[in-house]
């Protein structure tokens, strides 16, 4: 019994030591930058649906995390800008036949930066961040507007979670 005692507080000092964290509770940012603001995302697609849902899940992401308070660019100590690159659907799988595909991959691709406000200094920078969903094409045009919006969705908010553990953590 003992032995596995010693066991397990060696297995806890040893997960304690090595840095070990839940993903999205480390906060890195100067000690100063405590309210942020979140302008629209730019997109230079013509995806335009992405532009509010990917605004939106930052928006939900800072507030749900309390790390900082989301706030007006005029009341912040910091700005988020992100802008999506590139929104590029592709088939994903083919028929057993080989003919024809059977569902799609949307893969977006963003550029996200922090900004002190008092004197544009980048706190933060990410190039390429990447997001992929792939959805079913099946049932006709009606079911694959609906699947490719709710990966719209999907992707978005996959986005704003890597921006933010990456804002905060530097991943």
Known sequence: MKTLVRVVLAALVLVAGC????????NTLPRDIRRIAIPTVEN????????SAL????VNQ????????????????????VRV??????????????????SRRIIVVADGSLARKADGQI???????????????LG???GQDANLLA???????????KIHNSTFENF
């Not at 800072?62 to 800008?81: C, G, H, P």
């Not at 990966?151 to 979670?161: G, N």
């Open 19 to 26: 840095g070990y964290h839940f993903e999205g509770t480390v």
């Open 44 to 51: 230079a697609t013509i995806e335009t649906r992405l532009t």
């Open 55 to 58: 605004t939106n899940e930052l």
């Open 62 to 81: 800072f507030t749900i995390s309390k790390a900082v308070r989301v706030t007006t660019e005029d009341q912040a100590d910091a700005v988020l800008r």
């Open 85 to 102: 690159l590139s929104v590029r659907v592709e088939g994903a799988v083919l028929s057993v036949s080989g003919t024809s595909s059977k």
């Open 123 to 137: 706190i933060w920078r990410k190039q390429g961040l990447v997001s992929t969903r792939t959805f079913d094409i």
């Open 140 to 142: 006709g045009q009606s």
């Open 151 to 161: 990966s719209l969705t999907w992707v978005a908010k996959d986005l704003a979670e």
